[in-house]
């Protein structure tokens, strides 16, 4: 699958900035065997008086944005061609929960993947007693890592309703969970809160949605924004396996990955402080289109 991306954010300040620095994480990444990208540009405006970029320690493409002029806005613009490779999703090969704890007690590495560092609450998401039960409920009949994981995914979208209006960006899993409400990033934090409290390492996945689904399909939840989704690891033999609880599914070729970590705070698409007062809008836009 190839397609292009086209990404706007705009944000409006109430008050004049004079000066600041920002994290910008909205570029797609290469993934050997997942996805490539073809080509990607990020324009600014205003323009920035510094800008570099780098690989933070998972591997997301992170541009650094330096501004020392005043300003009443910031326009962010991304354009890129992402090939998506369509592949099966993975035989269930996973071991069971108990399997699972034991493989990760003699995993000792350290790397951006392991699964070392996806098995504790991390800054966004809590381990929440009501939610590992909730979790612990959903999977007692699964007889793998990979069916528990897929159980919850599923459990999640048949049990919670999908609502932009009832949660923002600072939304707590327990708070989410609580209210059965929300969107792709509260339902992404329930899950990997839940996976978690199981035993099983999860982490957040952020990126895009094909805008316009194929003939006969129906059109996925939280195709005209950013969308999250969650990456669990099931084992040496499986590795991760990346779950929509939006969505209900397995994620496949309409899924384009900006980037993971272990949960919002890791790859959130802008962080960074100003010199101003007051608050500011926010909002965005997002198309993602095949390439025929």
């Known amino acids: 699958m190839l397609y292009d991306v086209r990404l706007d954010l705009h944000y409006a300040y109430d008050a004049t900035v ?92 350290i790397e951006p993947d392991s699964p070392q560092h996806f098995i504790g609450a991390s800054p966004r998401v809590q381990l929440v007693p009501a939610i590992t039960e909730y979790a612990a409920r959903v999977t007692a009949q699964m007889p793998s890592v990979m069916a528990s994981a897929l159980a919850l995914c599923m459990a999640i979208h048949r049990d919670f309703v999908y609502d932009p209006k009832a949660t923002d960006v600072e939304t707590k899993p327990a708070e989410a969970f609580a209210l059965r409400k929300g969107v792709c990033q509260d339902f992404a934090h329930v899950m990997i809160a839940g996976l978690r409290g199981i035993g099983i390492p999860a982490g957040y996945v952020s990126g895009f949605l094909r805008t316009n689904p194929p003939p006969g399909r129906p059109r996925l939840e939280g195709a005209d924004a950013m969308h999250a989704w969650i990456r669990a690891w099931c084992g040496q033999h499986v590795g991760w ?41 926010a909002t965005q836009s997002v198309d993602v289109l095949r390439v025929e």
């Open 18 to 109: 004079h000066g600041g620095r920002h994290l910008i994480r909205v570029a797609p990444i290469t993934i050997p065997g997942v996805q490539r990208v073809v080509a990607t540009e990020l324009s600014f405006e205003p323009r920035p008086q510094r800008e570099s970029s780098f690989a933070d320690f998972f591997g997301n493409s992170v541009t650094t944005l330096t501004y020392l002029t005043p300003h009443d806005h910031l326009d962010i613009r991304l354009t890129a061609r992402v090939q998506v490779e369509d592949v099966l999703p993975p035989a269930d090969l996973s071991p069971t929960r108990e399997g699972l704890r034991q493989e990760i007690a003699r995993y000792w590495s």
């Open 241 to 281: 396996v990346e779950f929509d609880p939006t969505n209900a599914m397995i994620a496949g070729p309409d899924h384009i990955c900006i980037g993971h970590g272990r949960d919002y705070a890791d790859i959130s698409p802008i962080v960074g402080v100003l010199k101003t007062h007051g608050s500011h809008e």
